[in-house]
Structure formats: C-alpha cells, structure tokens
C-alpha cells in the first residue's frame, strides 16, 4: 500500500521529535503492509518548510530503513497568501515528489474567503490539488456541496483512514463513510504523527473499504490512486461520483467526467 500523508520526519513539526520515534513509526507502516510512504512535513505559519533540512532527514531514514520500505518527499501545504504566491512561483518545491500532485489543507474550523480563486491559481500553475481529510472540517461537513464543486473543477479528496475506525469521533466518521458511498474519494491515507495516538495504520481502513464497498475500490484508494501521485503519472479510470452530475447538463456532464476520471 501507498501512504500519501504522513509525518514522519522527526523534529519539524507535530510529528515524531527524536530520529528513534520516526524509525519506530516507520517501522509500524512496514509492518501495516505499507511499502511506499510520502514525509509530508507541514508548511504553515507556524512550521517552515525547509526543502534542505526534509531531504537530509528523509535521507536519513531511507539509509536505516534500507528497501522494505520507499520514502517520497512532499508537504501538508497550508493555504496562506504567502505559501501559494511561492508554490505558484515554484510548483515543485512543495509537491509530492516533486510532480504534479499537491496536498492542500484547511482549517479545522471555517474555509477561508477566496479560497477557490487560490486553488485554481495553484492549477493554473500545474499542479492537481488534493485535497486532505475534509471528514474533520466542521465547514464543509455541513457545506458538501463545496466538494461537490471542487470534484468537478479536477480537485481530488483524500480522507484518513483512521476516521473510518473512529479516531477522529462519530460525526467524522460517518460523513467519510458518506463520502466514501458517493465515491467522492481517491486517495486514504494515514496522517499519521505518531506510533500511538495517530499511528500509520492503513490496512484496517484498506479492509473496511473492501467490506462496505468493493475491493476493486480499496486498491484505487491505498494502491493505484496514491501510486499515480507518488510517481506523478495520471490517474486510472475509475468509478464516476454517485449524484455529483445529476443537475449538469448533458453537454456539460461529459466535460466534468472526464475532470473527474483523471
């Protein structure tokens, strides 16, 4: 499996703090059956992104862990003025391994203004936005029709997978699986920070995808889907939205489509 968001990298943000708890935690998604793993450090007001100091770090890992297990490089990308006026300057800086991919995420609480103007400049820029847990945003929890907008302008969701076990409390839980039913996702991850309260746990989520929805889309979700974006390549085909196109027009529906089928 692939694990497209995960903070591994230790001293650089709310993630593990020593080079110990960073292998520890590695160790774990090893175990988990994940093979491949994006070091998705945050990049906010509050955490610098330093391009530098991450590949000395990733570096660091990818030598003690040897091959049982692929780092990649990107970032949990806040969406301030600042962040996007350099990612738009600089698109490969902040995206999962330096490709076409980029993790976007809100506030817990309240999207801010503008903020579909920022997400087109990024895409402008070249980069396919993905967009991070939306199951723990109070806003668009109640507002899900802005996804529904976001989905068709090419956007791309990706929920936790710990919120499908409840980690992230019922209300979060049941709109991924609201979420998940429409298939409205392309990517699970585990956001993981640490070996304990946010641990690398996919396999239990890989499998209740299978239960509730189908095998062929737990593999889009842990394996096909978040290899496309650690490789930088286009996306499989895969399942349409249930409902998403349902007030488009015809002529419309295909154009939006095949947005959504990238």
């Keep these: 499996?692939?694990?497209?968001?995960?903070?591994?990298?230790?001293?650089?943000?709310?993630?593990?703090?020593?080079?110990?708890?960073?292998?520890?935690?590695?160790?774990?998604?090893?175990?988990?059956?994940?093979?491949?793993?994006?070091?998705?450090?945050?990049?906010?007001?509050?955490?610098?992104?330093?391009?530098?100091?991450?590949?000395?770090?990733?570096?660091?890992l990818q030598s003690r862990l040897g091959t049982r297990i692929k780092l990649g490089m990107g970032c949990d990308f806040h969406l301030s003025y600042e962040n996007i006026e350099d990612a738009v300057a600089h698109p490969s800086k902040y995206s999962i391994n330096g490709g076409q991919y980029l993790l976007i995420e809100f506030p817990d609480f309240g999207i801010p203004t503008r903020i579909?103007?920022?997400?087109?400049?990024?895409?402008?820029?070249?980069?396919?936005?993905?967009?991070?847990?939306p199951e723990r945003n109070q806003t668009l929890r109640t507002r899900p029709e802005k996804l529904a907008e976001w989905l068709r302008e090419g956007h791309l969701i990706q929920v936790t997978a710990g919120a499908l076990s409840g980690r992230f409390g019922r209300t979060a839980g049941k709109f991924a699986h609201e979420l998940l039913a429409k298939h409205w996702v392309h990517f699970l991850a585990t956001d993981a920070h640490d070996t304990e309260t946010r641990p690398p746990k996919l396999r239990e989520a890989y499998d209740a995808v299978t239960r509730d929805y189908g095998e062929e889309y737990a593999r889009l979700l842990c394996i096909s889907n978040p290899k496309a974006a650690f490789d930088s390549t286009e996306m499989p085909e895969q399942v349409?939205?249930?409902?998403?196109?349902?007030?488009?027009e015809p002529e419309k529906k295909g154009f939006f489509s095949r947005l959504l089928r990238r």
């Design 1 to 60: 499996m692939y694990d497209i968001h995960h903070h591994l990298l230790y001293g650089l943000d709310d993630g593990p703090a020593t080079l110990e708890a960073s292998l520890a935690q590695a160790e774990l998604a090893i175990a988990d059956g994940i093979t491949h793993l994006v070091c998705t450090p945050h990049a906010s007001d509050r955490f610098s992104y330093k391009p530098e100091e991450n590949a000395a770090k990733l570096a660091e």
């Design 116 to 133: 579909s103007e920022a997400m087109y400049e990024l895409r402008l820029a070249g980069m396919t936005l993905i967009i991070t847990h």
């Design 240 to 248: 349409l939205a249930t409902g998403l196109f349902e007030e488009d």
